[in-house]
């Protein structure tokens, strides 16, 4: 029988916080763990494997359900399963960029509002103006 671990251990290993392993054990992304004669969690390498696995996915921006999708096309093979992952990678990819040209258009209202701070020209602080909804949002400021 394979050597097990203390949850402890299994987040030290993953760099996962505890209460996110118990999480991911709650909603069904990790499975239940064995339990010992004194009732601890014990966990093996197969589950070392799947949390980081999922640790990597959702630094990777991927969502609880977009883990779960990669998850179950994880464990099978064949092109069906590549040309779904292709779909899967290829949707995300859409959201990422789409996150990049906000956090861009964001950009370009934080730097005008703290240009115009730093000219003091505006009777009002243009920080204040932009979080008080008087400017344009990032996402029309990016608008044509």
């Not at 004669?37 to 696995?53: H, M, N, Q, V």
């Not at 990678?89 to 950009?107: F, G, N, P």
């Amino acid at each position: 029988m394979p050597t097990e671990i203390a949850i402890g251990e299994l987040s030290r290993r993953t760099q996962c916080n505890i209460e996110t392993i118990r999480y991911y054990e709650r909603i069904g992304l990790v499975p239940r763990p064995r339990r010992s004669a004194g009732r601890s969690r014990r966990y093996d390498a197969e589950d070392i494997a799947r949390l980081r696995f999922i640790r990597r996915a959702r630094e990777l921006g991927f969502t609880l359900d977009g883990v779960r999708a990669l998850l179950r096309l994880s464990a099978e093979d064949g092109e069906g399963i590549r040309a779904e992952m292709r779909g899967i990678a290829a949707a995300h990819l859409t959201e990422v960029r789409t996150k990049i040209a906000d956090l861009r258009a964001l950009e370009c209202v934080l730097a005008d509002a703290l240009r115009e701070c730093a000219a003091g020209q505006q009777p009002r602080c243009p920080l204040i103006a932009a979080l008080s909804d008087e400017r344009a949002s990032p996402a029309t400021a990016a608008a044509p």
